[in-house]
């Protein structure tokens, strides 16, 4: 179609580099073959991250791996930004000099 699109993300691997890795390397292909990414971007955003997990706890299971990532992800679709995250990564926003706030970060204290 003719709408522009960009993906970012950052992940930090937590006792090692394989989950974080795995995560960079698999996730934008699944966003970007989920079948709502065009109707609903943010439905695959969430959809991709609960699958890449499941990919890769699969891998670690059959190959005895035991790291993990947190993530964050940016699609900005047209003049839209969708933000996803999982974990204790954050976003930050600046608009204008000023930050804006997009998410309240995961705490261990937050249900």
Known sequence: DD???AYFAVFDGHGGVDAANY??????VNVGLH???VKNPAEALKCSFQKTDEMFLFKAKR???RSGTTGVSALIVGNKLHIAWLGD???M???QGKAVTLM???KPERE
């Open 3 to 5: 709408v522009d699109r």
């Open 23 to 28: 995560s960079a390397t698999h996730l934008h």
């Open 35 to 37: 079948e709502d990414i």
């Open 63 to 65: 190959e005895k791996l």
């Open 89 to 91: 990564s954050q976003v």
């Open 93 to 95: 926003l600046v608009q």
């Open 104 to 106: 309240e970060p995961h």
